[in-house]
C-alpha cells in the first residue's frame, strides 16, 4: 500500500476547503516545514499549525488583458481580476498557476487570492488603444470572477461597467449566484448584443458539490440563478465541468433535463484532466472523499486520456479519448437532443464598439 493510501486513511476530509494538503512550489529551491517537535508542542496546547482564514493581497499589474493561443478555447483574450480562487474546487486546472505568483498549488490557491483593484482602469486604457479590435474578451479566464470577496471588492462589476461604456462584447463564467447582484449591468449588455453567460454546474448532489467544490453556490442556488437569468432574457450556456467519471458521469441525463427545464439554451462539458500539481492534490482528496472508489475512479480517468491522469494535446484534453470518453460524449448528444432541442446562443455584436467611453454613469465606485 503507498504512502499516499496510508496517509489518507489516518485522515479525515477537512470540511470548506477542497486541497486537502498543500504540495511545495515547484519553483521554490527551499521550502519551509514544521519538525516533528515543534507539531508536537502544536498539537499539546492544542494550536492550529495552520490557519483555515484567507489572505487577501493587493496585486499591481501593468496590463490586464491575457492572450489566449489555445484552440480549444473561442476566444483570445481573457481577464481575471483574481488570482487564486476560494471557491477550493479540488479540480481546478488554474492551481498551478498560483506557482507563479510565488504560493502553492493546494491550500495557498483557496487561502491566499490576489486581487487587482486597477483592472477596470486597465481593460479602459486597453479599449483606447488604436491598436485594439473589438472582439469577445472572456471574464474568468483562469479563476472566478464571482468568488466570495468580489461581493466587498467589486472589482467585476467595475469591468461590466467598462465593456458597456466601450461597447465591447463580454463573456462570463461563474459558479456563483452572485452574478444576480449585477443583473441590472447584465441586461444592458444584454441588450446591445454584448453579452454571454455561461454557468457552470458539475452536479445535482449538494453532498459531491459540498466535498468537490466546497465555497461555491449551492446546487439549488445555481439553479435559481439559471431560471433567474433566463426569464429576464438572457441566454446561458451550461457547462458541466469537468465530467469526472464515477463521481459525476451518471448524472448527465438528469443534469441536462434539469438545466433544460430551468431555461439554459446550450449545454456544453469537459472531461476531467489531471495537469501538473492537480494530479496528486486531486488523487489526496479523492482518497479522503471517496475512499470506497478512489481506485476506480483513477483507472477510468486513466482511459479517458490513454493510460495517463493528464492529456496535453489540444483538440482531445478537454474531451478525452477510448470507450469511457465516447460514452459521455454520446451521452450529452443524445440528452441535449431531448432536453434542449432547438435553441441555441444569440450571436455578439463587435459593430457598435466606441473608441471612447460613452454613457453616463460613473465609471468607478466611489471609495
Known amino acids: 500500500m503507498g504512502n499516499r493510501k496510508l496517509d489518507a486513511m489516518q485522515r479525515n476530509l477537512e470540511k470548506g476547503r477542497g486541497a486537502q494538503s498543500n504540495p511545495d512550489n515547484k519553483f521554490n529551491r527551499t521550502n519551509y516545514v514544521l519538525e516533528d517537535a515543534y507539531k508536537n508542542y502544536c498539537y499539546e496546547e492544542k494550536e492550529e499549525i495552520e490557519s483555515n482564514t484567507t489572505n487577501f493581497i493587493e496585486v499591481f499589474p501593468k496590463t490586464i488583458l491575457s492572450k489566449n493561443t489555445s484552440s480549444d478555447l473561442s476566444f483570445d483574450y481573457s481577464i481575471n481580476p483574481y488570482q487564486g480562487c476560494e471557491h477550493g474546487c479540488v479540480y481546478c486546472y488554474a492551481r498551478n498557476s498560483h506557482q507563479y ?21 486597465l481593460l479602459a486604457k486597453a479599449f483606447k488603444s488604436k491598436k485594439w479590435e473589438p472582439q469577445v474578451v472572456m471574464v474568468s479566464g483562469n479563476t472566478d470572477c464571482y468568488q466570495p470577496i468580489e461581493r466587498k471588492m467589486e472589482i467585476t462589476r467595475e469591468l461590466l461597467k467598462v465593456f458597456l461604456q466601450y461597447r465591447n462584447p463580454v463573456s462570463i463564467i461563474t459558479k456563483n449566484s452572485l452574478i444576480l447582484r449585477d443583473l441590472d ?37 445555481r439553479l435559481l440563478t439559471l431560471r433567474t437569468l433566463t426569464e429576464n432574457g438572457i441566454a446561458v ?20 433535463k434539469t438545466i ?108
Open 260 to 367: 433544460g427545464e430551468a431555461g439554459a439554451n446550450t449545454v456544453t462539458y469537459i472531461m476531467l484532466r489531471l495537469n501538473g500539481e492537480v494530479a496528486s492534490i486531486f488523487e489526496d482528496w479523492l482518497r479522503l472523499a471517496f475512499p470506497d472508489r478512489a481506485e476506480k475512479v483513477l483507472m477510468l480517468i486513466k482511459q479517458t486520456h490513454n493510460g495517463k491522469l493528464n492529456e496535453s494535446l489540444w483538440g482531445s484534453r478537454m474531451r478525452g479519448q477510448g470507450s469511457v470518453a465516447d460514452s459521455i460524449r454520446n451521452m450529452v448528444k443524445i440528452a441535449s437532443s431531448r432536453y434542449i432541442r432547438g435553441r441555441e446562443l444569440p450571436p455578439l455584436n463587435t459593430d457598435i464598439f466606441l473608441r471612447t467611453k460613452g454613457g453616463q454613469f460613473t465609471l468607478f465606485k466611489e471609495t
Open 101 to 121: 505568483w510565488g504560493y502553492g498549488p493546494g491550500k495557498d490557491f483557496e487561502t491566499n487570492i490576489l486581487y487587482k483593484p486597477s483592472a477596470p482602469l
Open 237 to 256: 450556456n451550461v457547462n458541466m465541468a469537468p465530467i469526472i467519471p464515477g463521481i459525476n458521469s451518471h448524472e448527465v441525463f438528469e443534469l441536462v
Open 185 to 221: 449591468l447584465l441586461k444592458e449588455l444584454n441588450a446591445l448584443g454584448l453579452l454571454r453567460v455561461t454557468l457552470s454546474i458539475t452536479t445535482l448532489s449538494e453532498e459531491t458539490r459540498r466535498k468537490m467544490e466546497p465555497r461555491t453556490a449551492t446546487v439549488k442556488q
